[in-house]
DNA sequence: ATTGAATATTAATTCAAG
DNA sequence: CTTGAATTAATATTCAAT
């Protein structure tokens, strides 16, 4: 269901440095939510999320807008 | 010269709705000012700038963070 | 309406070079 | 240190299919 995933990607994107739409999709299935990268595009649109230059050295993350 | 790379661009994205680093890298060149996409990258990045979705109907525009 | 696989498009990086 | 050309990587979209 879309709004369980949802609301697991808004959680794991606080809890974790994602960095690529491809982790994010990889994190969801490590917590056993099926899906592929062209989903998560279409979520992070719906989600506002955008993506920032990350406070640490890192390169980015996602992070609400 | 960056800097006077930079200013345009801030006036561009304010004046426009710019979609893609190469639309940008093209409006700066028909402002005389002569750079590809691959700078276009890094300038986005020193400058902080995002990608929004678009207020109208279309798909999205660069903003400031 | 939601999704995945494949594809197209866009953006970031590498690797010289100035 | 800044840049462009070429390349790689990441993201958006298309095209079924459910």
Redesign the pocket.
Known sequence: ??NR?HDLIKKIIEEDVI???????EALRARHV????????????ELFLI?VPAGGGR??E?RFS
């Open positions: 269901m879309k995933r960095e690529t739409q491809e982790a994010l999709a099926r899906v592929t990268q062209a989903t998560i595009s279409r979520d992070i649109k993506k390169r980015s996602e």
